[in-house]
């Protein structure tokens, strides 16, 4: 059984159109949700930096067209496609919202597909651009949407053996009502019951009730109020906070004689329902069983005669009412199968070799003449430090031809003529549309990455403006933020956190993250950031005296001599954080 729901997504107060993409992207691409990205499925983008794509499309689309809307432009639509408990499995949810997302667009839109694992129920996210592929057109929520939503995932649900929603209800109920009595038990609710158990067995005093609790595995904590600990809780949880019932007073009272104890409703084990077979046709008897009416018995039988009647007309347009030339068919179907699949993956290997040799001979191109000049230097150390990135793409490029035993580089234009070539060597559609299909993905896949290149060339040419003091004269580095280069080159922040994400820079002899020149100011006010007071504190470290090591409060007033005015807690901080040891532990008798 699945459900659904689709929302059009705004760009809202305050957020760009990159910002609003990039922000439910990345919700739904969550790794601690999707198996670390696993369950993540892209169609005519890259997953990885779908925003950028998404956002590009849009800048197409407005410069092909002129057409520009407020802040009413419907930017992506989101679907939401949830499963029962038990019914499927991750990989098969996935594929399912795949063929929901592309029948529904009709293959004219990009999209990602995200499953969470994170609930009891596992779920699709599907996100698809509200631009159209060939960027003249977009999709327009249309009336009865939502409907038309339903109905096709109940289609697909059926096909593929899963039951469906008969009778949906207009309005839905909260997660939690919907679990009812199936929900997990809450930490609270697993104490009540291991409190109700060892009541069961009638101890004779509270400490004996407490020696129980302890045989179940429990952790007792406290004299006066004891403090349970135990399963997977992270903290412990008082007693007198288990609710009326289960305080040490109304326990002791019970065990007294004096109460009577009553027992919180148990939970129900969750049972897992079992997967519906691939039949069509409505089980009448068991749906009458059920409780349903003759009506129902009446339409049941009408919709099973239409299905049958379906089957039977497809049997005989195709001539399968042979037993024997069914079988035939259904071999030689077989054996097509195969050999389809043998060709496709031909074409897949050689298609990945094109386009990583086609991403190399661009970058040979482009950093040819930067490494002809670094060799008339003769090979300058200074000259690497100035172009390392050229020039480590130029070396790279350079022993993939030479490991691939290339002598004349074959041109983007050959390339491309070897991708026709392929798809018209095959008299199979199926194959010339897959080979489509995939060289789209292909350049698409190259768009993205020039297009996270460019960013991180616009990233790396603005840190260099913004930190010049550091690399030229080796001075601190001075207060620059995510948010405030983002601004200054026109992206989201979280843009600018992937771009910077595992990168490094080669800085004399020092390999350096990217993410460290992005510094914070000691405050708001201050022109100074903790990377210069690090500095300031480290130079003052090393030239005190030995026997007689500077306190935290002695460096915080040498650093307000310097015009640094900071806590003395601010200073044990920084000083924490260098693994630089206390004055007591520094001092050499």
């Known amino acids: 059984m699945a459900t659904t729901r689709l929302m059009p997504l705004h760009t809202g107060k305050g957020r760009t159109v990159g910002q609003a ?107 698809w651009n509200s631009t159209a592929l060939d960027q003249t057109r977009k999709f327009r929520n249309f009336w009865g949407s939502t409907r038309a939503v339903r109905r096709l995932n109940d289609t697909i649900c059926i096909e593929n053996g899963y039951s469906i929603v008969e009778n949906p209800k207009r309005h839905g109920k909260s997660y ?68 009326a019932g289960y305080t040490p007073e109304d326990l002791r009272a019970v065990i007294a004689g004096e109460k009577e104890h009553t027992p919180r409703k148990r939970w129900a084990e969750t049972k897992l329902p079992e997967k519906r077979g691939g039949n069509l046709l409505v089980d009448i008897q068991a749906k009458l069983q059920e409780g349903k009416g003759a009506g129902y018995a009446r339409w049941a ?36 199968f195969n050999e389809l699949s043998a060709k496709i993956k031909s074409a897949e290997a050689r298609m990945a070799e094109i386009a990583v040799m086609r991403t190399h001979i661009i970058n040979y191109a482009k950093t040819r003449d930067t490494y002809v000049a670094y060799r008339k230097a003769g090979y300058s150390k200074k000259f690497l430090a100035e172009h390392e990135s050229e020039i480590t793409l130029h070396k790279a490029a350079k022993k993939f031809f030479d490991d691939q035993g290339i002598q004349k580089l074959p041109t983007v234009k050959s390339l491309q003529a070897e ?46 403006r913004e930190q010049h003091g550091f690399f030229c004269g080796g001075e601190a580095l001075l207060p620059v933020t995510m948010q405030q280069l983002s601004e200054k080159m026109g992206v989201s922040t979280s843009t600018v956190s992937r771009a910077a994400q ?50 935290d409060e002695a460096l915080r007033l040498a650093l307000s001599a310097l015009g640094i005015e900071v806590s003395r807690r601010a200073v044990a901080k920084y000083r924490a954080e260098m693994g630089i040891p206390s004055s007591s532990q520094r001092k050499k008798r």
């Not at 609270?188 to 009730?209: G, H, M, N, T, V």
Request: net charge positive; hydrophobic share 35%; with cysteine.
């Open 21 to 127: 993409i990039s922000d439910i992207i990345d919700y739904s691409k969550n790794p601690q949700k999707t198996d670390n990205g696993r369950l993540i499925t892209s169609w005519q983008c890259d997953s990885r930096i779908a925003d950028a794509e998404f956002l590009f499309t849009k800048n197409q689309y407005i410069q092909k067209t002129g057409r520009v809307r407020g802040e009413d432009d419907v930017i992506a639509y989101h679907l939401r496609q949830s499963f029962v408990p038990g019914e499927i499995t991750p990989e098969e949810a996935n594929r399912l919202g795949c063929e929901l997302a592309k029948r529904f667009t009709k293959g004219k839109h990009a999209y990602i597909v995200c499953t969470h694992i994170d609930k009891e129920h596992i779920h699709n996210h599907v996100i």
């Open 419 to 464: 991708y026709a070539a392929l798809m018209n060597t095959s008299d199979d559609h199926e194959v010339q549309r897959y080979v489509k299909e995939k060289l789209s993905e292909a350049q698409a896949l190259i768009k993205g990455v020039h297009t996270r290149c460019d960013t991180l060339v616009q990233m790396l040419t603005l840190i260099g």
């Open 176 to 243: 939690n009502k919907w679990l009812g009595d199936k929900k997990k038990p809450s930490h609270r609710e697993r104490i009540c019951a291991a409190i109700d158990d060892a009541l069961a067995q009638k101890p004779e005093s509270f400490d004996a009730l407490l020696e129980l609790l302890r045989q179940a595995g429990y952790e007792i904590k406290g004299k006066k109020v004891p403090s349970l600990l135990g399963g997977e809780q992270q903290k412990s949880i008082r007693m007198d906070t288990l609710g």
């Open 301 to 336: 039988t009408l919709f099973n005669l239409k299905q049958m009647a379906q089957t039977v007309a497809y049997l005989q347009d195709h001539e399968l009412i042979d037993y024997s030339v069914l079988s035939e068919k259904a071999a030689a179907a077989s054996t097509r």
């Open 502 to 551: 595992n990168k490094y820079i080669q800085f004399q002899g020092r390999i350096i993250p990217v993410r460290s020149f992005f510094t914070t100011a000691i405050r708001p006010d201050a022109a100074v950031s903790s990377h210069a007071v690090k500095q300031r504190l480290q130079s003052l470290i090393r030239a005190e005296d030995p026997a007689a090591p500077l306190s």
